[in-house]
């Protein structure tokens, strides 16, 4: 409990610091409630309170009541060593935190020690008072909060587009500017193409920088139709690593004592509650393209998605050309491996036309949530719910159903099975172009089952037996002309203990 130095009648609680998993659905750490009176018009009033060490991300939020007598708080904070921003009346909620904070306020380590809630007083008539009411809320995880942005109307089940894997000018995104000069490309672009473009959702993922996350704090309440995931693609001489989620510094010097290897990289990522998608791992490394291609040595169990479709390998003879990362992924899931296939446009200037490899959103990722907010993609992605799109659709569709006795799985599931189980499956399609053709592929597959299916009759049903070793197995769809236009992730059988 905290004395309250100068508002009359304030009252300030402080609970037990408990981390818990997003602002919005705990509790504050600390409530101030307070009551003002004439006598306070035109006075200032700072207000204590204690940030305990390791907090990573502060959210205030601030109330009155006597608006309708023109009562006009305003809001300000200090923290132990510095003056931290002025929002005035203008804001009721703010943020900050290491890489980002709400305009108004600076991003920076957050000091333990006692900081100041600034309360200015421009007008509160006499005879008249007013109640506030302060609250806070402290988190120590970089991930655990719901991002930049959750778009309100969009908290159903279902499955939402997007594109994990894009560059501004916070790294080497590039795009025309109003004289034609090709200049670094501001983060408004990117997310006014990906709006345009009717995503759902969007990474920017500069090299390993976060300062991006400053420019996605400001521009994600303008966007409030579109879920920004904080990334970046962690850079190093071995290959390139999308993670999405948290906003505290990484480390990505590998080989060096700040990360002997690359999983003391994958271990940091896990603790800040974030994803790791190894990046086009096939792409050749070399002058042309420094660090590329995957050769770091990795303990695969700790990685959640591969970049198996990357916008730049696209434009080398498509997404099964020579730089593919299908086979790469085939390979680990052969291996008993269970790892989501993911998508990246790896867009470098959204100006390109939508038609070309590497345009924002091409390829798109499909993934099931259970809302449109980040917790709920990532555990998406982390279940493997997902498909990507090559072609471009307007609106696919492909989802996968497996039963076996009371067991029913979709897309990333697991089923548990003894020799000769039968597998019903059920294949969903909508959104396809006439010609197009549901694919097999996968290690639970004899040779002969491995084809295609001539036309897409919708629900397409197959019984398939477990041959009784791990497998996996999912379902793609070419195009009439036997293209790839739409790749799925598997289903995994495994043995029954
Ligand atoms: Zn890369
Ligand atoms: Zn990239």
């Known amino acids: 409990m905290f004395a309250c130095l100068f508002a009359t009648g304030c ?11 997003a602002a919005e659905v705990r509790g504050p750490d600390l409530t101030w409630v307070g009551h003002l009176s004439g006598r306070d018009h035109q006075t200032y009033l700072e ?27 305003d809001l ?19 943020v900050v935190e290491a890489s980002d904070a709400t305009p108004s306020y600076l991003s920076g380590p957050l000091p333990r020690g006692t900081w100041k809630l600034v309360i200015g007083v421009p007008n509160l008539r006499r005879g008249v008072t ?39 000018a916070h790294s080497d995104g590039s795009c025309m500017s109003s004289s034609g000069q090709r200049v670094p490309c501001p983060v408004f672009k990117t997310l006014q193409t990906a709006q345009l473009r009717k995503l759902d959702f969007i990474a920017i993922t500069d090299h390993n920088a976060v300062s991006q996350n400053q420019a996605l704090r400001e521009l994600a309440p303008f966007f409030d139709t579109l879920l920004i995931l ?65 050769t770091a040595p990795t303990d695969w169990s700790k990685v959640d998605a591969i970049e198996v479709i990357n916008g730049g390998s696209l434009a080398f003879q498509g997404a099964e050309g020579p730089m593919s990362g299908i086979p790469f992924w085939e390979h680990l899931l052969d291996r008993g491996y269970r790892i989501t296939a993911v998508g990246g446009s790896d867009n470098h200037d959204p100006d390109l036309p939508v038609d070309r490899p590497g345009a924002l959103g091409r390829p798109t990722t499909f993934v099931h949530a259970e809302a449109l907010t980040q917790s709920a993609l990532l555990d998406g992605i982390h279940r493997g719910r997902v ?6 659709l307007s609106a696919p569709v492909l989802e996968v159903k497996a039963v076996v006795g009371d067991q029913a799985v979709e897309t990333g ?31 639970a597959l004899s040779l002969a089952a491995q084809r295609d299916w001539p036309a897409v ?32 992730n598997p289903v995994y059988l495994r043995p029954a203990p």
């Not at 498909?387 to 471009?392: K, P, Y």
């Not at 397409?460 to 070419?478: H, K, N, Q, Y």
């Open 130 to 168: 007013s109640d506030y009411t302060a609250r806070v809320w402290f988190d120590r995880s970089g991930s655990d909060f719901p991002g930049f942005s959750s778009p309100s109307d969009r908290g159903a089940p279902g499955w939402y587009r997007g594109d994990l894997h894009a560059h501004t």
């Open 230 to 294: 904080p990334g970046r693609e962690i850079t190093t001489f071995q290959g390139h690593a999308n993670v999405w989620g948290p906003t505290r510094d990484l480390e990505f010097q590998l080989g060096t004592k700040r990360a002997k290897t690359f999983n003391a990289i994958l271990d940091q990522v896990h603790d800040a509650q974030g994803l790791v998608s190894i990046n086009h791992p096939q792409l050749p490394s070399g002058e042309a393209c420094m660090g590329c291609g995957w």
């Open 387 to 392: 498909f990507l799109d090559v072609a471009g």
């Open 413 to 443: 599931g697991t089923l548990l099975l003894r020799t000769g189980d039968l597998i019903h499956l059920t294949v969903s399609t909508a959104g396809l172009p006439p010609g197009a053709a549901l694919s097999a592929r996968g290690s």
């Open 457 to 488: 009759s919708n629900p397409t049903e197959i019984v398939l037996p477990f041959e009784g070793t791990a497998s996996w197995l999912r379902f793609d769809v070419r195009d009439s002309k036997g293209a790839l236009i739409l790749l799925g």
């Open 11 to 21: 009252l300030l609680l402080q609970t037990a610091f408990v981390p818990a998993r």
């Open 47 to 73: 207000v204590p309170f204690l940030v305990p060490r390791g907090v990573e991300r502060l959210t205030l939020e601030f109330s009155y009541s006597g608006k309708d007598q023109r009562t006009t708080l």
């Open 76 to 94: 300000g904070l200090r923290d132990p060593v510095r003056f931290r921003g002025w929002s005035g009346g203008n804001k009721t909620r703010l």
